[in-house]
Every structure is written in structure tokens, then in C-alpha cells.
């Protein structure tokens, strides 16, 4: 049986520049698409989420340009990640699919809705904001607090960035890791420090940005994030939500910018329904 554990890596060749990808999951007409988020590889989705999705649709995973084993180097820019992956989605044969947005992931989600508003049937944006979000800029820093952390505590910069430092918080870092480890061969190359340096780029950039419309987003959109999340406020979930015509918004309990992780059993069933439409 094919998992998000053992399923292969392949890779297509857009313009030039072989990108890594994993497909798995149930046959459906349209694909799910997941976009990961700052510092992220193929490895580091959820296995839970993968395999609670492609239990009823088909899911695509992908190294955008420059990220672990695609080639290249990653742009500066949200647009240009953007462009990349709707180069990506095509080069695969699709005219139509759903999105799945984590952090940056939302970010370029959205920003794909926009420059390709026919490619997206609906959209799940988790952990992220609008561009021109107040504070944004502030995630160098937020970002450089949580590396320093997990250098001297040996470890993972995420159990400072993405769960509430309290006992449930700490559970679910726990849990987290131990399922990302579940995946012992093939694993993906390490996220790079140009990589980093540039998507931390894009980000900044972003929260500088002028705000987009959000109004032209006509599709639907299931908006989720934790309650106190530190690297982009829950407030900015709570904006994007009000922004754009046809959301839902979902917010998590006593968890932070990984709560769709922590609350996976909530979050999963809430997502097969969203799409179910």
C-alpha cells in the first residue's frame, strides 16, 4: 500500500530545471496541490495530513525551484514562486486543481490564485496572512530567536516556532517530530542556505508589500490557523478571512503556527469536507 511513508519520488522537467515531486492517493478529477512552508522539503509535511487527504483525492507534493532536490535557486519573490508553481502544476498535464497553503505556502497559494484565477478550483490556506500584513517584517528576527534556541537546546528551530511553549504544547512537538521521522529511505536533500535566505527575502518582502484584493479571489477558501501563532499573527488569518469573498475560517485552541499539525485528527475531516464542497 502506497503511504506519504514509502510513496517514490520522481521529477519533471520544467524549462529546464528538474523539479522533485511525490504523488499519492485516491483518483479524483481534480488534484491537491501542497505548497510547504519556510525552510520546508517534501519530508517535512505531515504525514498524517497527507495520507488523511489522499485517503479521497489525489495529492501532489512538490520542492518548488530551488528547494531540496530541485534545481536551481529559489527566487526572491513571492510572485516568481508563484509563477514557478503554476509552471509546475502544468508541466504535470493539470488545467484545475486545489491548493494547500502552509505558511509561505498560503502566500504563494494565494498569490496563484491571482495570476492564475482558471487553475484553481478551491484553496486551503493554513498558518499564513495577506500580503502587506503589519508585522511581517519582523520575521528575520523571530526566525534568527528560534535558531539560536534550538542551537543551544539541540533542537528543531519548529518546537519554538510552531507549538505553545506549555505541557500540550510540548506533546504535540513530540508527536510532530516522531512522524516526520516515519519516513526512513528516499528521504529529500536538506534545505540549503540560499534557500532560507531567500524565501526569509520573500517574506519580508511580502509584509512590506501594498495589500493585494483580495475580493478577486472568487473561489472558496477554508482559512486555518492556531490561536496564538508567533511567526504570522492569528489576527492576520482572522484579516485574510474577512477579505476575500468566499472564506471560512477556522481557528485552533491553545495552539500556534504548526495548530493544523497539533489539531491534525480536528483538522483533517474539516479539510475532506471543504473540498467535498
Request: aromatic fraction near 8%; avoid cysteine.
Given at each position: 500500500?502506497?503511504?506519504?511513508?514509502?510513496?517514490?519520488?520522481?521529477?519533471?522537467?520544467?524549462?529546464?530545471?528538474?523539479?522533485?515531486?511525490?504523488?499519492?492517493g485516491?483518483?479524483?478529477?481534480v488534484?491537491?496541490?501542497f505548497?510547504?512552508?519556510?525552510?520546508?522539503?517534501?519530508?517535512?509535511?505531515?504525514?498524517?495530513?497527507?495520507d488523511?487527504?489522499?485517503a479521497s483525492?489525489?495529492?501532489?507534493t512538490?520542492?518548488n525551484?530551488?528547494?531540496?532536490?530541485?534545481?536551481?535557486?529559489?527566487?526572491?519573490?513571492?510572485?516568481?514562486?508563484?509563477?514557478?508553481?503554476?509552471a509546475?502544476?502544468?508541466?504535470?498535464?493539470?488545467?484545475?486543481?486545489?491548493?494547500?497553503?502552509?505558511?509561505?505556502?498560503?502566500?504563494?497559494?494565494?498569490?496563484?490564485?491571482?495570476?492564475?484565477?482558471?487553475?484553481?478550483?478551491?484553496?486551503?490556506?493554513?498558518?499564513?496572512?495577506?500580503?502587506?500584513?503589519?508585522?511581517?517584517?519582523?520575521?528575520?528576527?523571530?526566525?534568527?530567536?528560534?535558531?539560536f534556541?534550538?542551537?543551544?537546546?539541540?533542537?528543531?528551530?519548529?518546537?519554538?516556532?510552531?507549538?505553545?511553549?506549555?505541557?500540550?504544547?510540548?506533546?504535540?512537538?513530540?508527536?510532530?517530530?516522531?512522524?516526520?521521522?516515519?519516513?526512513?529511505?528516499?528521504?529529500?536533500?536538506?534545505?540549503?542556505?540560499?534557500?532560507r535566505?531567500?524565501?526569509?527575502?520573500?517574506?519580508?518582502?511580502?509584509?512590506?508589500?501594498?495589500?493585494?484584493?483580495?475580493s478577486?479571489?472568487?473561489v472558496?477558501?477554508?482559512?486555518?490557523?492556531?490561536?496564538?501563532?508567533?511567526?504570522?499573527?492569528?489576527e492576520?488569518?482572522?484579516?485574510?478571512?474577512?477579505r476575500?469573498?468566499?472564506?471560512t475560517?477556522?481557528?485552533?485552541?491553545?495552539?500556534?503556527?504548526g495548530?493544523?499539525?497539533?489539531?491534525?485528527?480536528?483538522?483533517?475531516?474539516?479539510?475532506l469536507?471543504?473540498?467535498a464542497?
Amino acid at each position: 500500500m502506497i503511504t506519504w511513508n514509502n510513496v517514490p519520488t520522481h521529477t519533471v522537467d520544467v524549462d529546464g530545471v528538474p523539479f522533485a515531486y511525490r504523488e499519492l492517493g485516491a483518483k479524483s478529477e481534480v488534484p491537491v496541490v501542497f505548497l510547504h512552508h519556510f525552510a520546508a522539503v517534501l519530508d517535512d509535511w505531515d504525514p498524517r495530513v497527507i495520507d488523511g487527504i489522499a485517503a479521497s483525492h489525489r495529492v501532489i507534493t512538490f520542492d518548488n525551484r530551488g528547494v531540496g532536490a530541485t534545481g536551481s535557486d529559489v527566487p526572491g519573490d513571492l510572485e516568481a514562486m508563484a509563477a514557478d508553481a503554476i509552471a509546475f502544476i502544468r508541466a504535470l498535464g493539470h488545467d484545475r486543481v486545489d491548493l494547500f497553503g502552509f505558511s509561505v505556502g498560503g502566500a504563494v497559494a494565494q498569490m496563484v490564485a491571482l495570476e492564475a484565477p482558471d487553475l484553481v478550483r478551491r484553496m486551503v490556506v493554513a498558518g499564513s496572512g495577506p500580503r502587506g500584513g503589519g508585522g511581517i517584517w519582523k520575521m528575520p528576527f523571530i526566525v534568527g530567536s528560534a535558531y539560536f534556541k534550538a542551537f543551544v537546546t539541540r533542537k528543531d528551530p519548529r518546537h519554538y516556532l510552531f507549538f505553545p511553549s506549555n505541557p500540550e504544547g510540548r506533546k504535540a512537538a513530540a508527536e510532530y517530530f516522531e512522524r516526520l521521522a516515519e519516513r526512513t529511505q528516499d528521504r529529500d536533500r536538506s534545505i540549503s542556505r540560499q534557500a532560507r535566505n531567500a524565501q526569509l527575502r520573500a517574506i519580508t518582502a511580502g509584509g512590506l508589500h501594498a495589500p493585494d484584493d483580495l475580493s478577486a479571489i472568487k473561489v472558496p477558501v477554508l482559512v486555518a490557523n492556531g490561536d496564538n501563532d508567533i511567526m504570522v499573527a492569528s489576527e492576520h488569518s482572522k484579516d485574510m478571512a474577512r477579505r476575500l469573498p468566499n472564506a471560512t475560517l477556522r481557528i485552533y485552541p491553545n495552539s500556534g503556527h504548526g495548530g493544523v499539525f497539533q489539531h491534525h485528527r480536528e483538522f483533517v475531516p474539516e479539510v475532506l469536507r471543504f473540498l467535498a464542497g
